[in-house]
């Protein structure tokens, strides 16, 4: 099976669609016209082995490096050169458990539940 995003006019990832084996050369062209559904397909890849990873409803496509970006999960967080989004400041690396707080731009510990 091979895996087409739908993506709209500002690049944003609408759905994900599995297309038939037999159609995978021609996915798009079957998307489009055999089923009607129109619109701009991308190839993507269940298993990240195409276009970075496996992209869902909001993600984001970038055309120029031709990889699905995920949504930036908060907007103190800025996109790297690998396409991943980083906080302002990195996680502790001390094995505790960690969530971000927005509010105060810093990792808080949590509590580890058995």
Known sequence: MAHF????????????LVVPDQQ?????DF???DLGLGG???QCSYNDNIRKQYPG????YDPVADVFIKPQPYLSWTLDANH???PPTPIPDDG???QWDEASLSWQEVEATP
């Open 5 to 16: 995003a739908e993506i709209s006019e500002s690049n944003t990832v609408i759905r994900v």
């Open 24 to 28: 995978e050369y021609r996915g798009q």
């Open 31 to 33: 998307l489009a016209s």
């Open 40 to 42: 701009n397909w991308i």
């Open 57 to 60: 409803a909001g993600f984001t």
């Open 84 to 86: 991943d989004w980083q």
């Open 96 to 98: 505790k458990f960690y």
